[in-house]
């Protein structure tokens, strides 16, 4: 008797601790997926019509803040603490049906540039007032942001990398403004370490393109792909006419080719710059030179973006983090010895044009990271600047 | 402005959309012209108007004619040409649609705006696709939300939320 009262008791209480569990689950907050709170922030926020040039202008230092800036950041401070949440989330799930190929549909990325300028703006007024950790802890968010954005679609890797380059850029301002303070520099230094444990690439977004091909192209998807897809005119209408009179082996023999095409265009990417260079170049114009002649590049010469300039702006991004890793570790010897090395510190991340290490110069005001090698699509060799509080 | 600058102010602005042959259209207007004329002529044989009023009369009935002829002309021509004289619509031919918000966000779709115009076109494509929304309300009253839920959307006016 006493046996079985016990056991009603524990029951009892198992039963109420596991309502009280999921009760309490429900409502925590932040939710377990970022992506809640970002499509919260992009549909609150709005953009301001009055004073959008005057925040790119303050944000990159050029001119001072101003009452409307303040008012702005006022009106807005509960977006920004939504997206400071959602970037502190670890996961981050858009909800993209992914087995659409390349029909899947994608949220509303202007916004996402659109809330970067707001947490910009902000990071340059937390700088300004020298609450400097906070402006920096501004930059983290926005990296953490980028990352959640960069979804499998090419697309969605383009606009984060446009955001990291960006706040590349609102970052170095911050440096360049704040006295060198060992322990806000260590810790900006782990931060972007525990970034690289899982590196901001570009291949994630090259292997779903070419699933999103072979999925696309079927008798049930193509015709809305190419539809939807590409710009009207006469190269839509031949593929379309070409669609029409397909069988299972133009399917089948288009697929194969958009398998090879794609094997070449990965492991392209993986060449040194130079290489990589030319590769691409040649194989961005393949399928439109083959396409009249050979009907197996049809669906590769609708389907494919340009390579080329994909893996410009990967280079291009993934050199100038690289520079602002190197300038972090500069910055910490500056403020462990009181002046800037005479020569580039061993073991530091290579430019990416030329895989070799950045060439350091001190100047007057700091120093300047240049690349060895030069960017083949403008004809330049990209120099990055850092300077130093007087 | 009198009615003869008028209707030359029209033929000018009218001219540039359509395309026909000189001799065509000087063939058209002088037969009704001449149809005018033994018109007035007939008449003035009965009522003999004066002199003056006889020649401003013609003159604007010619120009009346004139403008009559242009637009059908005009007309028939702009039908002839936008279908082709017994010829069948062509099933083959992609017309030119205005891509929904739905095709406008599509990975594919951007990709083509990527390569037009950089982050810059992905961008306004996706500021475009996501306009129709619309604005959202600066109130909505508690009638309005049950307005909406009841699908009554005449009562209150209709809110987009």
Not at chain 1, 10 to 37: E, G, H, Q, R
Not at chain 1, 54 to 75: A, F, P, R, T
Not at chain 2, 50 to 69: E, H
Not at chain 2, 133 to 142: C, D, R, T, V
Request: proline fraction near 5%.
């Amino acid at each position: 008797m006493k046996t079985i009262k016990i056991r009603t008791i524990a029951k009892t209480i198992f039963v109420v601790l596991a309502l009280f569990v999921s009760a309490t689950s429900s409502f925590a907050y932040p939710p377990d997926n970022a992506a809640v709170l970002y499509y919260r922030a992009f549909m609150l926020y709005e953009k301001p019509d009055n004073i959008g040039p005057s925040l790119w202008d303050y944000w990159k230092g050029n001119i001072e803040l101003n009452e409307k800036i303040e008012q702005y950041l006022k009106k807005n401070r509960r977006i920004i603490n939504i997206v400071l949440d959602a970037a502190s989330v670890d996961h981050c799930d858009w909800g993209l049906d992914y087995s659409q190929g390349t029909e899947v549909l994608l949220p509303p990325l202007h916004k996402a540039r659109e809330i970067f300028v707001l947490l910009a703006v902000d990071a340059r007024m937390q700088s300004q007032r020298g609450d400097y950790r906070k402006a920096l802890g501004r930059c983290m968010s926005i990296y953490r942001m980028a990352r959640h954005l960069n979804e499998r679609p090419i697309i969605c890797y383009l606009v984060a990398a446009a955001i990291n380059a960006a706040n590349h850029r609102c970052m170095t301002l911050i440096l360049s403004d704040m006295p060198q303070d060992i322990e806000t520099l260590t810790w900006l230094r782990d931060e972007l370490a525990e970034f690289d444990r899982q590196p901001y690439s570009v291949k994630p977004a090259l292997r779903w393109k070419r699933e999103a091909g072979i999925i696309s192209m079927s008798l049930e998807k193509i015709d809305n792909a190419v539809r939807s897809g590409l710009d009207d005119g006469p190269f839509k209408e031949q593929v379309l006419k070409k669609i029409l009179e397909a069988d299972k082996q133009f399917f089948d023999r288009n697929k194969a080719y958009w398998n090879k095409y794609m094997e070449a265009v990965q492991a392209a990417f993986d060449l040194p710059y130079s290489q990589a260079y030319s590769k691409l170049k040649q194989l961005d114009e393949k399928p439109a030179k083959e396409f009249s002649k050979n009907p197996d590049a049809t669906l590769t010469a609708a389907c494919s973006p340009t390579w080329l300039k994909i893996y410009t702006l990967s280079t291009r991004l993934g050199s100038h983090t690289n520079a602002i890793k190197a300038a972090i570790e500069i910055y910490i010897i500056k403020a462990k010895t009181g002046q800037f090395p005479d020569a580039l510190p061993t073991g530091l991340p290579p430019d990416l044009f030329s895989s070799k290490d950045f060439q350091y110069e001190k100047t007057k005001d700091g120093f300047v990271l240049r690349c060895q090698g030069k960017d083949l699509a403008r004809d330049v060799i990209h120099q990055y600047e850092f300077k130093v509080k007087k | 402005m009198r009615p003869k600058e008028n209707i030359e102010k029209f033929v000018r602005v009218r001219k540039p959309h359509v395309t026909t042959s000189r001799q065509m259209d000087k063939r058209t207007l002088d037969d009704s012209f001449a149809a005018m004329e033994q018109t007035i002529r007939t008449k003035s044989a009965e009522h003999k108007p004066s002199v003056q009023r006889i020649s401003i009369l013609s003159r604007m009935i010619k120009l009346t004619a004139a403008a009559a002829v242009i637009i059908v002309t005009t007309g028939l021509i702009a039908v002839f040409v936008d279908r082709g004289i017994g010829e069948k619509p062509d099933t083959n031919t992609v017309s030119e649609i205005v891509k929904s918000p739905v095709e406008m966000m599509t990975a594919m779709s951007l990709e083509r705006a990527f390569q037009r115009g950089g982050i810059e076109a992905v961008e306004e494509q996706s500021r475009k696709a996501f306009r129709p929304l619309g604005l959202k309300p600066k109130n909505l009253s508690f009638d309005q939300i049950l307005a909406e839920f009841n699908g009554n959307c005449h009562s209150t006016g209709r809110t987009r939320l």
